[in-house]
């Protein structure tokens, strides 16, 4: 298949350790996209990428998260000292580079973190 | 942060029957969109409208945007079991797309 992939599906963790998350968009994608979605709630959104740049981070909760996207194509949402708080579904989603006319965001499954 | 609200927070409905879900917003906004998400799984994109556009239709879905009210409409017509999930709006602001709490729509047999 060729839709967005994240790793890991599932990531349980102890509070206070590191935490990275992996997302590889579809192919020529430009643009990609960070979410966080607790339980009952929206995705919030985290950070977006246009190719390796973050061109938007301002969601980012605090300086614990951090995104990169060396290649502009895989990326990586890094979680340091992982909080109990921080347990949620993580969401990616990326776009081709005519999403002004299209609009639509693909997303992956989710990688669910949990903090123990 | 969150940008659109979306009401009613859950609906139940019999199969058959039309839902209606609202979403209001607080900023100027290029497009609208709305998602669906199932139980645990990833969202997908249903429809767009731009800001310039008032209506549109994709089969069973009808969008409607009034940019003077800050408000869009999600109309499902002909409801079927399938269609029960979490349903999402998503504002596109200079490429920035923040999403609202959605409605969890139940379609009853």
């Known amino acids: 298949g060729a839709g967005v992939s994240q790793t890991p599906s599932n990531k349980v963790t102890e509070k206070g350790k590191y935490v990275e998350l992996r997302c590889d968009p579809i192919?020529?994608?430009?643009?990609l996209y960070w979410y966080r979605q607790s339980l009952g709630q929206g995705p919030e959104f985290l950070i977006y990428?246009?190719?390796?740049?973050?061109?938007?981070d301002s969601g980012l909760p605090n300086d614990r998260f951090f995104a990169v996207r060396p290649e502009g194509s895989v990326s990586t949402l890094k979680i340091q000292r992982t909080e109990r708080g921080d347990s949620a579904v993580y969401l990616c989603?990326?776009?081709?580079?005519?999403?002004?006319?299209?609009?639509?965001?693909?997303f992956g499954e989710g990688s669910r973190l949990t903090v123990l | 942060s969150q940008q659109g609200e979306e009401d009613p927070q859950a609906l139940s409905i019999q199969e058959g029957e039309n839902a209606t879900m609202n979403c209001s917003y607080k900023?100027?906004?290029?497009?609208l969109q709305w998602y669906r998400q199932n139980s645990g799984r990833g969202l997908v994109h249903l429809i767009l409208?731009?800001?310039?556009?008032r209506e549109k239709h994709s089969g069973r879905l009808r969008v409607t945007l009034d940019t003077s009210k800050k408000s869009s409409s999600l109309l499902i017509t002909a409801s079927r079991a399938a269609d029960t999930a979490s349903y999402f709006c998503?504002?596109?602001?200079?490429?920035?797309?923040?999403f609202g709490k959605g409605t969890r729509l139940h379609i009853l047999p």
């Open positions: 989603a990326s776009s081709p580079p005519d999403r002004a006319n299209t609009g639509e965001l693909f």
């Open positions: 192919s020529g994608h430009t643009a």
């Open positions: 990428f246009q190719g390796t740049g973050a061109a938007d």
């Open positions: 900023t100027s906004i290029n497009n």
């Open positions: 409208i731009r800001s310039n556009e």
């Open positions: 998503a504002t596109d602001r200079d490429d920035k797309i923040i």
